[in-house]
């Protein structure tokens, strides 16, 4: 009641008139008269009942009739449940709004005998979130295929007389319930935080299209959207369940996945003509053995990135483990183009031979020569000698710092290791020979001239020194663009082959016409970064001084040093513009005081038409329509995997040398521990 129905209820009671005019008066033991005139004097009067601890208050009506008035009384009862307190208490203290669940609606699941459901399953199914919601358990008497029947779970104890019973109809294989009493004579029911029959059956139905969308979220992320959305909280193991059943529903079980395969091959080559996938399966056991895969329009794609493939290989997180070996392109604006994929049961010489094969076949047809990088994984040196014994191959920088580091576990402390690894960064990035051997001279110093020759002696330098290496490698020193698409598709990789393929498969397609999109928004002859990348290098080459030579050749100066350019030939004496294949500060010098465009002496790979052109190729979107009418019925069993000791591994392991140094606050000296586990002895001074 407010205070309009208030004198609403006085003119119906008391027969005013509209022309009838009266006021309200009440007494409260603070005041022995006070007026009720308004809403906020109604309020009060409920406030004051709740202070006096006043089960009714007398009202006085008082009607004006010229000079005179007369009064008559009513009274407001049940004060105290008609105050709302969060009308008076502060922020703090008011109970918050009521917060409505999508699990709201289940208790009205089961309603009434005679209900239909879709199926036996669906029944099953609303009838756990029926229990859940109205809190309480249930046992199942009798659970076939036609008949169910469930019971309190304190029908023994309690005597509880909650039953619902129901069958299939024959007719048309729906279920109806046939009794239902809803009626419980038990202790009671309360709805908790928490239920034992919010399983993951039930959390996979609610959390089904939002996994669909998004493969990588993870199990606490499950957890705590089940609880914000439905109000419930669940086990990490019930949401990694829950996720596992989603993953199931969408792609059958990881043993089905192999079988999926074949439909997947005959879906691809069908809808992308021009693409790569190969197949292959032991004929004896009709076992999975490995299979490779290419789309058409990555294949033309690559041709307008640059002419380097980062090839690496990253294990497989599912039930039958494998392993990911990746051939990842670059394109012009710094970012990785991803070209072929290739699961296989584990890193050797054979898959990297069949991976390499298949490669060569997609790439030979381009007449480019292409540069690998690679950490030099097991098997791969040997497969990629014989596929490709001409081309370029240069190892990962940071991978050779880890092995180098190795040399000296047990040797010096951390502070010689990281001096070492120091000098060796300057012998690897030796743009001459005659900068290699200085510092080369150096590191013999610091390491150890045996230990260093033997290092040496191991990798050829025309695969790792940026002096000796004859061709142009784009400035790439390390395998990072690899190490970029492993973690890009870190989320896949934990996901059945079938389930793995088609995911990375809808995540490069969607990948390749943003990137499109996004292209054509750009004004500049370059891709940005590159754009930026040459504008600073211009404003690094203001401070030069450029005397022409002969035809085509400069001599560069600042107030300390001296480069020769050749534009002609595109080489310069700091030897950047040969490394990177992008012209260096000294370069843009010389083609400025040619009175040239800048423009023309850079790599077509870095400008915005060839990065357009990249993208132009869209890879085709599959249908799974008609995948039950493929002619394609092959049965591929599985690979034999043993299991290994101890608890799966879901993350990299770090090599020796990856962990970066660190200073401890106590002992104050670089390492690899801090503050809290430090050991060092301290020579303190008293």
């Not at 490709?388 to 940071?398: D, T, V």
Request: proline share 3%; glycine share 6%.
């Amino acid at each position: 009641m407010n205070y309009s129905d208030l004198i609403q209820s006085i003119r119906k009671r008391f027969k005013f008139s509209s022309n009838d005019s009266f006021h309200l008066e009440y007494s409260s033991p603070a005041c022995s008269s006070v007026y009720l005139d308004n809403e906020s004097d109604f309020k009060m009067l409920f406030c004051c009942a709740k202070i006096y601890h006043m089960d009714n208050v007398l009202v006085t009506v008082v009607k004006d009739v010229g000079k005179s008035c007369s009064s008559t009384s009513v009274v407001v009862d049940d004060c105290a449940e008609m105050i709302d307190e969060n009308d008076y208490l502060g922020d703090a203290f008011k109970d918050g709004p009521q917060k409505f669940f999508l699990s709201d609606e289940w208790g009205s699941y089961l309603s009434h005998a005679g209900q239909k459901f879709e199926s036996i399953a669906d029944f099953r199914d609303k009838l756990r979130k029926f229990a859940v919601q109205s809190g309480f358990h249930y046992v199942l008497s009798r659970n076939d295929s036609i008949y169910v029947n469930a019971v309190c779970a304190n029908r023994d104890v309690d005597h509880c007389g909650w039953e619902v019973l129901g069958s299939v109809a024959s007719i048309n294989q729906c279920f109806y319930i046939t009794r239902f009493n809803n009626v419980h004579t038990c202790r009671g029911m309360i709805r908790n935080r928490s239920h034992r029959q919010l399983g993951s059956k039930i959390v996979r139905t609610c959390i089904e299209s939002t996994v669909c969308l998004n493969l990588g979220l993870k199990p606490r992320e499950i957890m705590s959207n089940f609880k914000s959305t439905y109000g419930y909280e669940i086990s990490y193991k019930v949401a990694s369940r829950a996720k596992k059943r989603c993953v199931e529903k969408m792609y059958g079980s990881e043993c089905d996945s192999f079988s999926m395969l074949s439909w997947f091959r005959e879906a691809v080559l069908e809808t992308n003509p021009g693409s790569l996938v190969v197949l292959e399966v032991d004929e004896s056991t009709e076992r999975f053995k490995r299979v490779f895969v290419a789309y058409a329009g990555q294949i033309q794609g690559f041709k307008f990135s640059l002419p380097v493939l980062y090839v690496d290989g990253a294990f497989g997180k599912s039930k039958y483990k494998g392993q990911i070996l990746a051939a990842t392109g670059r394109n012009g604006n710094k970012g990785f183009f991803p070209l072929a994929l290739c699961f296989c049961d584990s890193e050797t010489e054979e898959n990297w031979l069949f991976f390499f094969k298949n490669l060569k076949a997609l790439l030979e047809p381009q007449g480019r020569i292409i540069t690998f990088i690679s950490d030099r994984g097991v098997g791969l040196l040997k497969a990629f000698d014989l596929i490709f014994p001409g081309n370029p191959h240069l190892y990962c920088y940071h991978h050779l710092r880890y092995n180098l580091s190795r040399k000296y576990k047990n040797k010096g402390g951390e502070i010689v290791v990281a001096d070492v690894l120091q000098k060796f960064f300057k012998v690897a990035y030796a743009s001459t020979e005659k900068s290699f051997y200085f510092h080369l001279k150096n590191l013999r110093d610091e390491g150890g001239a045996a230990t260093i020759d033997e290092f040496i002696r191991e990798i050829p330098l025309e695969h790792w020194c940026r002096a000796f290496f004859k061709g142009c490698r784009y400035g790439i020193m390390a395998n990072g663009i690899a190490e970029s698409f492993n973690n890009w598709i870190v989320a896949e990789r934990s996901l059945p082959p079938f389930a793995m393929l088609d995911q990375t498969r809808m995540k490069e397609m969607k990948m390749m016409s943003e990137r499109s999109v996004e292209s054509k928004s750009w004004t500049t002859k370059l891709t940005p970064k590159m754009e930026k990348r040459l504008k600073e290098q211009l404003d690094r080459s203001r401070v030069f001084r450029v005397i022409a030579s002969h035809e085509n050749v400069y001599e560069v100066r600042n107030d300390k040093y001296s480069y020769s350019v050749d534009i002609s030939t595109r080489t310069c004496s700091c030897v950047k513009w040969q490394i990177n294949c992008f012209p260096c500060a000294h370069a843009l010098a010389a083609i400025q005081g040619a009175r040239l465009d800048v423009y023309d002496f850079i790599d077509p790979y870095f400008t915005a038409e060839y990065y357009r052109m990249c993208y132009s190729f869209p890879i085709a979107p599959l249908s799974n329509v008609d995948a039950s009418c493929s002619s394609t019925e092959d049965f591929i069993l599985p690979p034999v995997t043993k299991r290994p000791a101890g608890r799966p591994k879901s993350k990299r392991i770090a090599s020796a040398g990856e962990k970066k140094l660190i200073r401890c606050g106590r002992c104050n000296k670089m390492g690899h521990h801090n503050k809290k586990s430090c050991t060092e002895p301290l020579n303190m001074l008293l």
